[in-house]
């Protein structure tokens, strides 16, 4: 049998105070999070509600999720599954970059027959949405002070190399000029030996002793 309108009405306003009463069973929202806390315009990133179901079991409430830039989104929380906690996920983008402080909290969805109410508790994330030219440039930036600083580096080595080059050209070269040096001792004392005149003899020795033979 159809219902008509007023008997929709009275039920409604029935179910609403009835849910009103009951408020303090409905689930509670328990957690609230995105995938980062910084994305870039236009990407893609994901929400994660948690709820705690409810003593009885019957989970059925409803909350509102804000996206903290005018938008936001309805989320029916339709489960009888007895579990230790509820969760829900789902996808948004951000078009314009900034900062933003998304929620969620209980908020009652009228729908008719299908009017739930709201979940209880409420919940924010803080997270900030990034220009991608401004990562570009960003990420230009960077790359030019990397190459730079590989360059200096990299001229660094080279005057190390080319000062160790220098180095062991002068120790070579004092090497040289030391055997060099010794080289012209030793030939020089071998050139006075040759002309030194050679000693001259002993005279012979003098017989000094008298003669006492009478001849």
């Known amino acids: 049998m159809k219902m008509n309108t007023l008997q929709k009405n009275f039920f409604v306003i029935s179910f609403l105070l009835a849910s009103l009463s009951g408020q303090a069973y409905a689930q509670e929202i328990i957690g609230f999070s995105a995938s980062s806390k910084q994305v870039l315009a236009g990407d893609e990133m994901t929400f994660t509600l948690r709820l705690a179901p409810s003593p009885g079991g019957i989970n059925n409430c409803a909350v509102l999720v804000e996206f903290g830039n005018g938008e936001s989104q309805n989320v029916r929380v339709n489960s009888s599954a007895n579990e230790p906690e509820l969760r829900f996920t789902f996808n948004y983008k951000y078009s314009n970059p900034g900062n933003y ?115």
């Not at 009017?115 to 230009?140: H, N, R």
């Open 101 to 215: 402080t998304a929620s969620a909290k209980g908020k009652l969805l009228v729908r008719g027959l299908n009017t739930l109410p709201g979940c209880g508790g409420e919940k924010t994330e803080s997270l900030v949405v990034v220009d991608p030219q401004v990562i570009k440039m960003m990420e230009l930036v960077r790359t030019q002070r990397e190459l730079k600083e590989r360059e200096e580096r990299e001229a660094l080595r080279r005057e190390q190399e080319l000062r160790q080059r220098e180095e062991e050209v002068k120790r070579r070269e004092e090497e040289a000029l030391r055997v060099r040096l010794e080289a012209e001792r030793i030939r020089a004392q071998n050139e006075a030996k040759k002309v030194a005149p050679p000693p001259a003899p002993k005279p012979a020795p003098v017989n000094n002793t008298p003669n006492t033979s009478g001849f």
